[in-house]
Structures are given as C-alpha cells and as structure tokens.
C-alpha cells in the first residue's frame, strides 16, 4: 500500500489507475476509480488548524477497524487524496494509523527516476 495524489495518478502513462482509491471528500469529475468514503474527512474539517484536523480526524479513525480498512482496501492499493507530497495531508494520518496499529509500512508514492527504465 502506498500513497498518492490526484495529479499524480491522472497519468494514465503510469499505471496506477487500478490501484487508486480515493479518501477524499470529493474526487475530480475526471476520476473513475475506487472510492473508500469511510476515510473521507468532513467538510467542516477542511477549514480547520491542523492540530483540531489531527484530532477531529482521529476520531473517524478511532471508529473504524484498521485490519478490516487494509483488507478492503488491498495491500496493493495507492490511497489518493488532493493534497500535493510532502504537505499536511490526510491520507498521510491513514497511512501512519496503519503502521502503527498493523505494523505495515504505507509510503507516499515515490517520483519516478530517469533510471528506472534501464
């Protein structure tokens, strides 16, 4: 399991399309993959500072089932939101609520390298 961006998954080039699934509230008009709304924020939460979105956010996962979450999701799968790398970001907490409740590594999807097709 991995994580991602819209942008970054639209490249059909790449391949990961399959594997998306969308946490977000909303996914652009564009996107025809998987969707997993348990994970979505609420819409008040998008206006918050980021220590009440942590908090608030730790709510939702606090209700949910981290094995049953990775199983419906699939080891596989690359949780996308809107937010680009390396900004505060939800599916970051989900990827961190993973690790430390199932001991799995969840990272951001890396970019590709000129050398990884020699």
Avoid at 37 to 48: D, F, G, Q
Avoid at 63 to 82: A, F, Q
Wanted: aromatic share 10%.
């Amino acid at each position: 399991m991995q994580t991602s961006n819209f942008s970054r998954i639209c490249s059909q080039q790449d391949g990961f399309g399959s594997r998306s699934v969308s946490i977000a509230l909303r996914a652009p008009r564009w996107y025809r993959g998987r969707t997993y709304p348990a994970l979505a924020p609420r819409r008040e939460m998008l206006k918050m500072d980021k220590a009440t979105y942590r908090e608030e956010y730790r709510k939702i996962l606090d209700n949910l089932d981290p094995r049953r979450v990775y199983k419906d999701l699939g080891e596989n799968s690359i949780l996308i939101c809107w937010e680009a790398p390396g900004k505060f970001c939800h599916r970051r907490l989900v990827a961190e609520w993973l690790e430390e409740n199932l001991g799995v590594t969840v990272p951001e999807l890396r970019e590709p390298s000129l050398f990884d097709h020699l």
